[in-house]
């Protein structure tokens, strides 16, 4: 796993990420974000198993969703993304969310700076997961970034639709 984070960040040009890697790297993020919101909710054993499945299935989708809208953007901007690789690239790519717990503890101290710690992070995994699929994929950086940002802003509207999609129903508009 380190040599993944090593190789992501200094040698670039080498090969790309390794799917056991990957699934190691998505494994963690999992159990920390699980914890993270285990230990704000103070569950027991139970809820957490419970947390950690919802979470996993919550992510299977989100990285279904995300994977298809870059394939679909990369596609559109005239690159031929491999599905598989990128998968390696996405899951690889979030590996800051693992100082997600470090972010949170700072919140409770100081929550000016566990904010800048959560910025950094969020920004740190765009970087990063910006590099990672550039690296699988051999696509140019500027391209990988132009679409995760549209796939993101993508996320956020489906998200606004869903949501007011039922309000709108209600209040039959």
Sequence with gaps: ??????????????????????????????????????????????????????????????????????????????????????????????????????ALAMQRWTPALGGLWSAVIALGTLATLTLAIAQTQTIPRLKVLVAITAALGLSLASLGGLIVWPIMLFWGL
């Design 1 to 102: 796993m380190l040599e993944t984070f090593y190789r992501q960040l200094f040698q670039p040009q080498e090969a790309p990420p390794s799917l056991p890697g990957a699934l190691l790297i998505g494994g963690l993020v999992l159990l920390v974000i699980t914890l993270n919101a285990g230990g704000s909710l103070r569950m027991g054993s139970q809820g957490l198993l419970l947390l950690f499945i919802l979470f996993g299935l919550a992510s299977l989708l989100g990285l279904f969703w995300l994977s298809a809208s870059l394939g679909m953007l990369l596609r559109l901007l005239g690159e031929t993304p491999d599905p598989g690789q990128l998968w390696v690239g996405i899951v690889t790519g979030l590996w800051p969310l693992l100082l997600s717990g470090c």
